[in-house]
Structure formats: structure tokens, C-alpha cells
């Protein structure tokens, strides 16, 4: 599945960003000033680096949260359990249908 905006970065420089912010985060006031430094010189917006850093802290278990793993198995599991309370919804009536018409058949000696 894809992303509905065009990813401007590879997954490289994302994860080389992060990684940027992480080692450098003790020169600066805050994780904040790092990533704003940082974000100036790949030419992405502070808010999208702290997304990016945000993601990787779950991903690593330093921040509770939703890893993006889990967070796709479930997407797919609601899809499924929508389909499938669909099908069975389908199946409810035309159970009800067909035995309404059979009901409504002469009885055959």
C-alpha cells in the first residue's frame, strides 16, 4: 500500500537523519533545536524529522507506542472482519429469503 503523497526521501537519508538527531541531540537545548538543525540541512521540515525520530523511538521500544508492524497486522485484520461481517450479513438474508419461499411453496403430499 502506498502513501497517498509522494515520499521525497529514501528510506536511507530518513534513517540517516534519525540517526543524526539521536548522536547529536546533547549539543543542543533539545531534541527539538537537533532536529530543527538537522532538518535545515537535508531540506526537510522540522516536523517531518520529528515524525521520522518519533517512529524510530517505537520502532526501537524506547517510547511506548504502536510499531508500525503491529499497527499494518491490524488494518488487515478490521479489513477482514469488515468483509467477513459483510459476507455474513449477505448469507443472514438470503437464508431468510429462501425460506420465506419456501414457505410460501404448496405442500406436496
Known sequence: MTSKTTNKFSPEVRARAVRMV????????????????IAGKIGCSTHTLMDWVKKADIE??????????VAERMKALER??????????????????????????????
Do not use: M
Request: no cysteine.
Open 22 to 37: 539521536l548522536e547529536h541531540e546533547g549539543e543542543h537545548p533539545s531534541r527539538w533545536a537537533a532536529a530543527t538543525s
Open 80 to 109: 477482514e472482519n469488515r468483509e467477513l461481517r459483510q459476507a455474513n450479513e449477505i448469507l443472514r438474508k438470503a437464508s431468510a429469503y429462501f425460506a420465506a419461499a419456501e414457505l410460501d411453496r404448496p405442500f406436496k403430499k
Open 60 to 69: 526501537a521500544g524506547r517510547t511506548s507506542g504502536v510499531p508500525s508492524e
